[in-house]
Every structure is written in structure tokens, then in C-alpha cells.
């Protein structure tokens, strides 16, 4: 495997490594099988019915996972990312419990699908072990980590813009959101490289060739298409950026947000109709919409998150009483909309992917 500084460069001859290890996503595993905090008492459906009073989630090994990750000093912003994943995660694992009871997942395909979700989240917030995995992540556009962008061909790309007089402090302060982006994409993409050579190391010394046999051709072609779409959107986001920095921003432009540029992207190659990519394109206002409201409420922690640091480092009772309670109501609202924005991406991306593959 390529070093980790190595792989951003490396994307394309690594695309076959993925899907050469691609049916290790649908191998079969106790999702709750680890023992104590983890073990399937702990997280049967009966057990998880309602959350206990100060708990955040109503699975044990959510509230566990919670807890741990509070006490990795993440951002307020990054700790209400986890958040809603793993309140996304927790909703996901509850619905295929139903399912398995109804006898609905007999091959394991959805148990095996939470298990590699659940892994990138551990991976995504150094929640395995691995601190190299985690990534910085800020909105904020400042000297200290602007030029930290992983890759020289980002780097130089960015250098270029904020140089070349063409771009408003305002269109920036968005470019560089989209260069945030598409550094996360990379980073999502490595995370899941990482996750799927562990499954190996894992599952060769356990497995037969004829323990594969049960899995569906159609489950693995939808892997195949997934990995295909991921790659494919980096490569466009790529394209774009260099765009974008040569010749700036179209005044014409219909949408600024970088996920949903992605998902117009790939809404227009989908085998959708006129009028379904018509109401595909209002609903992806709507949704650009619930990202700005999300961003302002992020930024506002942020701020909210200094000033009662500074508050508590003179130590006013009251004034760190009343910072405290903003600061609270802000954090639950940013938990709020985070969650509604990664459920409905969540669904406007199954939808496109769906679509996009009823045509292969």
C-alpha cells in the first residue's frame, strides 16, 4: 500500500486495489460481536428502546463511542459532525435490527454494510487508534493552516487564486470551502482505503474461497458503481477547481455549496427524466438552503466556543453562567442540523446513485 502522503497522487492506480478487495465489504460479521461495551446483549432492539435520561444516544456503544471521542479534545464544530454520524449510524442499525428479526438480511449484506460504515466513522475521527487518520477541518479561512492542503497540485492551485486579483475577499472565503472539500473527499476515499485493508488482514486467515460464494452479482456491481461514482467525483472536483482558479467564478452560476455541485453533477449523467431532474434541481435549492443555515450555526459555535473560553479564563461567575447556556443551545442546534443535512444527503445520493446505475 502506498504511503499515506503518497495517496492523494495516487488515486487512479489505486482503484483497482479497491475493488479487488471489494467483496470483504459484504462478508458476513456480527455487527455487535466484540464483547463487553460492544456485545449483542448491550444492543439488542429490546435493550435500546428508549434512551436513558442524560445519555445522548439510546445504543450503549454509541453513548461509549461519545463519550471517548469527548475526551480526544475534539472541536466543538468536529464533535457535532460525530454527532449527527452517529446518530445516522445508531438509525441505521436500529432499522436492520427490525429487518433481521423480520428474516430480511439472511445473506448479511446490510449487517456487513453497518459494520464498514461504523469502521470509517472510528477511522474518520481518530476513534481507532490511528491519530494519523484524523483530519483538521475548519470553515475558517486563516494564515495558519490555508496552505495545509495535502497536495501540491491543491496548494499550488490555491496560491494561484488568492493571488491573482480575480476573486473578492467574499469568493475566497467559498473557494476555499470547495478546496476543503475536495480535500475531505480524498480523505474520505484513503479512510476507506485503510478500512478495507484491515478487513483483509482480518478475513484472510478466516475465510475459503467458498465462503464467498453466496454473495449476489447485483451487490457487488452496486459496490462497484459507488467506488466508480466516488472516483469519478474527485476527478471532476478536480477539474473544477483548476477552472475555477484560472478563470474565476461565473457570475451565472447556479449553485456555490461543494456537495451540491456534486450531486447537479451527477443528477445530470443519471438516467433521470426531464421532469425528474427538474425536481431534482429545486430540491437541491432547498438543500443548498438547510447547508447555509448549518454553516452559520457552525460559525457561530465556533465564536460562541472562544468566548466562553475567554469568560471562564477570568472567572465571572455570571457572565460564564449565561456564555454557557448560548453556548449549549447553539452546540444542540448544530447537532440538529447536522444530522437533518447528512440524512438528506444521505437520500439525495441514493437517489442519483440509483438512478445512475438503472442505466448500466
Not at 496548494?155 to 472539500?181: M, P, V, Y
Not at 484560472?246 to 451540491?260: A, D, I, L, S
Request: aromatic letters at 6%.
Amino acid at each position: 500500500m502506498a504511503p499515506r502522503r503518497n495517496r492523494v497522487s495516487t488515486l487512479p492506480r489505486l482503484q483497482l486495489w479497491v475493488l479487488l478487495f471489494l467483496p470483504l465489504l459484504l462478508v458476513p460479521q456480527p455487527i455487535a460481536g466484540h464483547g463487553g461495551k460492544y456485545s449483542r446483549e448491550k444492543n439488542e432492539p429490546e435493550m435500546v428502546a428508549k434512551r436513558e435520561p442524560g445519555e445522548e444516544f439510546r445504543m450503549e456503544k454509541m453513548n461509549q463511542l461519545w463519550q471517548k471521542a469527548q475526551r480526544l479534545h475534539l472541536s466543538p464544530v468536529k464533535l457535532a459532525e460525530l454527532h449527527s454520524d452517529l446518530k445516522i449510524q445508531e438509525r441505521d442499525e436500529l432499522n436492520w435490527k427490525k429487518l433481521k428479526v423480520e428474516g430480511l438480511d439472511k445473506d448479511g449484506e446490510k449487517e456487513a454494510r453497518l459494520i464498514h460504515n461504523l469502521n470509517v466513522i472510528l477511522a474518520r475521527y481518530g476513534l481507532d487508534g490511528r491519530k494519523d487518520t484524523q483530519m483538521v477541518h475548519s470553515n475558517a479561512l486563516n494564515e495558519d493552516i490555508q496552505d495545509e492542503l495535502g497536495d501540491p497540485r491543491l496548494e499550488k492551485l490555491w496560491h494561484k487564486a488568492k493571488t491573482s486579483g480575480k476573486f473578492s475577499s467574499e469568493e475566497l472565503d467559498k473557494l476555499w470551502r470547495e478546496f476543503l472539500h475536495h480535500k475531505e473527499k480524498i480523505h474520505e476515499y484513503n479512510v476507506l482505503l485503510d478500512t478495507l485493508s484491515r478487513a483483509e488482514e482480518g478475513y484472510e486467515n478466516l475465510l475459503n474461497p467458498s465462503d464467498m460464494s453466496h454473495i449476489k452479482s447485483e451487490a457487488l456491481s452496486s459496490k462497484h458503481g459507488e467506488l466508480k461514482d466516488r472516483l469519478r467525483s474527485i476527478n471532476q472536483g478536480l477539474d473544477r477547481l483548476r477552472k475555477v482558479s484560472h478563470q474565476g467564478y461565473n457570475p451565472t452560476t447556479e449553485f456555490e455549496e461543494p456537495r451540491v455541485i456534486d450531486l447537479w453533477d451527477l443528477a445530470q449523467t443519471a438516467n433521470f427524466t426531464e421532469k425528474e431532474l427538474e425536481s431534482f434541481r429545486e430540491e437541491l435549492k432547498h438543500f443548498e438552503a438547510k447547508i447555509e443555515k448549518h454553516n452559520h450555526y457552525q460559525k457561530q459555535l465556533e465564536i460562541s466556543h472562544q468566548k466562553l473560553k475567554h469568560v471562564e479564563s477570568i472567572g465571572d461567575p455570571e457572565h460564564i453562567s449565561r456564555n454557557k447556556e448560548k453556548y449549549v443551545l447553539l452546540e444542540e442546534k448544530t447537532k440538529e442540523l447536522g444530522y437533518k443535512v447528512k440524512k438528506h444527503l444521505q437520500d439525495l445520493s441514493s437517489r442519483v446513485s440509483r438512478a445512475r446505475h438503472n442505466e448500466l
